[in-house]
Antibody, heavy 122, light 109 residues
Framework: EVQVVESGGGLVQPGRSLRLSCAAS????????MHWVRQAPGKGLEWVAG????????GYADSVKGHLTISRDNAKNSLYLQMNGLRPEDTAVYYC???????????????WGQGTLVTVSS | EIVLTQSPGTLSLSPGGRATLSCRAS???????LAWYQQKPGQAPRLLIY???SRATGIPDRFSGSGSGTDFTLTINRLEPEDFAVYYC??????????FGQGTKLEIK
């Protein structure tokens, strides 16, 4: 069974950093692109970033360019989101999502984790 | 950036009925790279449809997707109580960003 499990969320002050992790199991992790999608409280879904199977191709939403960084470690079956200079508008549930192909473009998301809540507040 | 607009914002129907949800794109969606997801309160989204009309594994045939270009539709026949949720369309084209519609809430009438 495909599983992706996020961790690392919590309450953080504006300007501080946080690192989210996503542990994958039940599939050949290094064969698939991965993504982060977020959902602010009571709002819709927003794609944050995506990374290809071998990390050669990465993309970001304009709203997070420069302060969120996606990465992966295929040896550890793990995806990461480094969050620097956090702002109140980054408050959201962050979902890890498995792409259905090796590239981060042109493929839909076929499995999602349950999400981890990040709250940015003083 | 492709903007997706979903309508209606809220749809009130009774179990057993048929739901028709619309997703309109601001420009042509390449190769019909359009997906639909269902999200229930407190849960992660679940993939229903990809490629505009292909059902994901395990999705009942009550769910069907159609459309091309800029206009897409998700139809749910014979509504079951578990179908009442929020539905999002998403385009996953050849350049970032991926975008989602704002969602349609399907509620019990």
């Amino acid at each position: 069974e495909v599983q992706v499990v996020e961790s690392g969320g919590g309450l953080v002050q504006p300007g501080r950093s946080l690192r989210l992790s996503c542990a994958a199991s039940g599939f050949t992790f290094h064969d698939y692109a991965m993504h982060w999608v977020r959902q602010a409280p009571g709002k819709g879904l927003e794609w944050v970033a995506g990374i290809s199977w071998n990390s050669d191709s990465i993309g970001y939403a304009d709203s997070v360019k420069g302060h969120l960084t996606i990465s992966r470690d295929n040896a550890k079956n793990s995806l990461y989101l480094q969050m620097n200079g956090l702002r109140p508008e980054d408050t959201a549930v962050y979902y890890c999502a498995k792409g259905s192909g090796f590239a981060f473009l042109q493929y839909w998301f076929d499995s999602w984790g349950q999400g981890t809540l990040v709250t940015v507040s003083s | 950036e492709i903007v997706l607009t979903q309508s209606p914002g809220t749809l009130s129907l009774s179990p057993g009925g048929r739901a028709t949800l619309s997703c309109r794109a601001s420009q042509t969606v390449t190769s019909n790279y359009l997906a639909w997801y269902q999200q229930k309160p407190g849960q992660a989204p679940r993939l229903l449809i990809y490629g505009a009309s292909s059902r994901a594994t395990g999705i009942p045939d009550r769910f069907s997707g159609s459309g091309s270009g800029t206009d897409f539709t998700l139809t749910i026949n014979r509504l079951e109580p578990e179908d009442f949720a929020v539905y999002y369309c998403q385009q996953y084209g050849i350049s970032p960003p991926y975008t989602f519609g704002q969602g349609t809430k399907l509620e019990i009438k």
